[in-house]
DNA sequence: GCTAATGTACTCGGATATCGAATGTCCGAGTCCTTCTGG
DNA sequence: CCAGAAGGACTCGGACATTCGATATCCGAGTACATTAGC
């Protein structure tokens, strides 16, 4: 899996303690983690693409949550990183077999990739259950005033 | 993931209805769904060192499934072939956040990166409560007949 | 003093290199069968 | 006719190219603010 999953996760994490009215430029995200600015500006541009941030361009611009944060799931920041199509995806080589129709779907009715679909389908259901309040909420309470101390210094030395 | 999988469980499935006292050379296994040869070799190699297969060198050689096919999961076979490590691999760059402290475990504590690990345990488990023999089943209740048909194919020809 | 226009600095956005891993291919090591020769 | 040895063919196993996507970077487009000139 794409090493931007994890950056974008904890960007909007971030961004869920940032004041909503406020926008936090790209460079300032990527310092609070040390990350090339550039390269997660890109895995910001998906995440625009995909509706889950907005951008704002010019002075005082940058990026803020497109909507509350109980209402964006890690699923949701997944597939906008890593695209949606998903990981097994069947070629249907059974048909390339001496036994093989020509006439059948096999990427639906094939045993294996039946199987791999129901467990991809386990993996996209616990991350759609679980979203980026929740993971805030998780921070707060183990270090209560995380998000205050974030929030505050994700928006300082602003001009 | 790997297009070497979806090869793999393939090859796992067919020879499940080979018989167990016969090896099948991967020349044929190849055959079975057009692959290029070589490469198929590459991943029952694979299969053979994670003790999945067991394989025969000369005349007569190939490869034979090292135990039951109940008893081979697909988690067994995804892991062979993908590795051992789990696809979302953190990378702790809360240790590089301005609120980070040193000698903290990330990998373990992170809330995100606990969440992924939730999603991918699920998907695991999924993978594991699913056998070769399975597959097989499944195949041979829509399409009775397969596993003697399959069988007889990857075994015929042979000098 | 107020307004409007202009310049400037800041930010996003996409186009452009670089690197590593998956993909694909090849030849050598080992083994078993067959065959031939000698008794 | 039988036994043993040598040859050959078949198969796995790992080493060697190639292609594609992730990684990383840079420069241009657009915007808001500050400044300045004019009324």
């Given at each position: 899996?794409?090493?931007?999953?994890?950056?974008a996760?904890?960007?909007c994490a971030?961004l869920?303690?940032a004041?909503?009215?406020?926008?936090?430029?790209?460079k300032?995200l990527?310092?609070?983690?040390a990350l090339?600015?550039?390269?997660l500006?890109?895995?910001?541009?998906?995440l625009a693409?995909a509706?889950i941030l907005?951008?704002?361009s010019?002075?005082?611009g940058g990026?803020?949550?497109a909507?509350a944060?109980?209402?964006i799931?890690l699923?949701?920041?997944?597939?906008?990183?890593?695209g949606?199509?998903?990981a097994f995806?069947c070629?249907?080589i059974?048909?390339?077999?001496p036994?093989?129709?020509e006439?059948?779907?096999?990427?639906?009715t094939?045993?294996?990739?039946?199987?791999m679909r129901?467990?991809?389908l386990?993996w996209?259901?616990?991350l759609?259950?679980?979203?980026?309040?929740?993971?805030?909420?998780?921070?707060?309470?183990?270090?209560?005033?995380?998000a205050?101390r974030?929030?505050?210094w994700l928006t300082?030395?602003r001009?």
């Amino acid at each position: 899996m794409s090493e931007g999953v994890e950056w974008a996760l904890h960007t909007c994490a971030n961004l869920a303690c940032a004041d909503p009215g406020e926008a936090v430029p790209a460079k300032r995200l990527a310092a609070a983690f040390a990350l090339p600015t550039a390269y997660l500006n890109k895995q910001l541009q998906a995440l625009a693409r995909a509706g889950i941030l907005t951008s704002t361009s010019g002075p005082r611009g940058g990026f803020r949550l497109a909507r509350a944060p109980g209402a964006i799931s890690l699923l949701d920041v997944v597939v906008a990183i890593e695209g949606a199509e998903e990981a097994f995806r069947c070629a249907s080589i059974l048909r390339a077999s001496p036994w093989g129709r020509e006439g059948v779907d096999y990427r639906a009715t094939c045993a294996v990739s039946q199987a791999m679909r129901r467990a991809e389908l386990a993996w996209r259901r616990e991350l759609a259950g679980q979203t980026i309040a929740d993971i805030a909420a998780t921070v707060e309470n183990r270090h209560p005033g995380t998000a205050e101390r974030v929030g505050g210094w994700l928006t300082e030395a602003r001009g």
